[in-house]
């Protein structure tokens, strides 16, 4: 296997899942068989694979984006809010795909008419840091007594997620379910609330270094919706 730094991730799948230990990388398994090969983070004690998805092809995007709104579409969302920054390669796409005429954009950047209480403090386990997240209070009336799915690239320590879920409560709102195309891990499930389904493309389990590699941790493998 090439070395991760000389390899292109995310561009295209693969026949089938590989099997461990992983060294730098590892073919995580798709809906329908196949596998997408995701780098490892190196965390100490665990490693995750890592999806960064504004750097994926097109044709890996829409594979994506169609699992996910297959695996949310028994919720009933009416639209879709996308948390930024990667959240938004994915959002458009699935309300698209669910035949929505648009979707709803939080953002990190304040325009002069936004309002201090449609806001929230966010961190996330890749961005240093601490920033907030905003809603146009003009966007509102798109979020009003409707069904909303919140949407994300990857669930991992959840602290982006429950962000997301602050501020569509200081709008009101309370999403039917929180949508991501990567389930990373369980570290995220302690302090979710049990009540909110959290969906995904697909998912994997934490890594423990072995003698010989990383292994999948089958403990930690996130119990999520999954297409099919």
């Known amino acids: 296997m090439p070395s991760a730094k000389a390899m292109e991730f995310w561009q295209r799948?693969?026949?089938a899942p590989d099997a461990p230990p992983y060294r730098e990388s590892m073919a995580a398994p798709m809906p329908d068989g196949s596998a997408l090969r995701l780098p490892l983070r190196d965390y100490g004690e665990v490693a995750v694979g890592g999806l960064i998805v504004n750097q994926a092809s097109f044709a890996v995007l829409r594979r994506l984006a169609a699992w996910m709104a297959e695996a949310a579409r028994p919720l009933g969302a009416e639209v879709v809010c996308g948390l930024p920054t990667l959240g938004h390669a994915l959002?458009?796409?699935v309300?698209?795909?669910l035949g929505h005429p648009n979707w709803v954009a939080a953002g990190?950047?304040?325009k002069r008419w936004y309002e201090e209480v449609l806001s929230a403090p966010v961190s996330s386990s890749t961005t240093p840091g601490e920033r907030r997240i905003w809603l146009d209070p003009r966007i509102l009336p798109r979020l009003e007594t409707r069904r909303v799915l919140l949407v994300d690239d990857v669930?991992?320590?959840g602290s982006s997620a429950r962000a997301?879920?602050?501020l569509l409560d200081r709008a009101g709102v309370r999403p039917v379910g929180f949508l991501v195309a990567m389930?990373?891990?369980?570290r995220w499930v302690p302090s979710w609330p049990a009540e909110l389904?959290?969906?995904?493309?697909f998912a994997t389990p934490l890594l423990r270094r072995g003698p010989q590699g990383w292994v999948p941790d089958p403990a930690t493998q996130p119990k999520v919706v999954l297409p099919g």
């Not at 389930?183 to 369980?186: E, F, P, R, T, V």
């Not at 389904?197 to 493309?201: L, M």
Request: aromatic share 8%.
């Open 91 to 93: 959002a458009p796409l």
């Open 13 to 15: 799948f693969e026949p």
């Open 164 to 166: 997301g879920l602050e």
């Open 197 to 201: 389904p959290v969906v995904a493309a």
């Open 108 to 110: 990190y950047s304040r």
């Open 183 to 186: 389930a990373q891990g369980d």
């Open 95 to 97: 309300a698209e795909v």
């Open 155 to 157: 669930v991992s320590t």
